[in-house]
């Protein structure tokens, strides 16, 4: 690190730390998304008489429905090449 703080200004310094900071910070919020997901379907898959109360319908479908929206953010923020664009 010494070599990098000789060739970067310290404003510099300070917005690579940021950047290095801020991607982490994004990286730990779709774990968490993960892990939330995850939690929602341990619930869903311990309980099979959801399924078959005819008002859980509804809300088992927007569940699903919100779960293809979260994998396909997941996916595409995956896919991210250099994350200093991101």
Avoid: P, W
Avoid at 27 to 33: G, H, Q, R, T, Y
Wanted: with cysteine; glycine share 2%; net charge negative.
């Amino acid at each position: 690190m010494h070599y990098l703080s000789l060739l970067l200004s310290s404003t510099a310094q300070q917005s690579f730390v940021q950047i290095i900071l801020a991607q982490a910070d994004r990286d730990a919020a779709v774990l968490e998304l993960l892990k939330k997901l995850d939690q929602v379907y341990t619930f869903m898959a311990q309980d099979q008489m959801l399924g078959q109360i005819s008002s859980m319908r509804m809300v088992l479908g927007q569940i699903s429905q919100q779960t293809l929206e979260c994998a396909q953010f997941i996916k595409n923020y995956s896919e991210t090449k250099n994350f200093c664009e991101s």
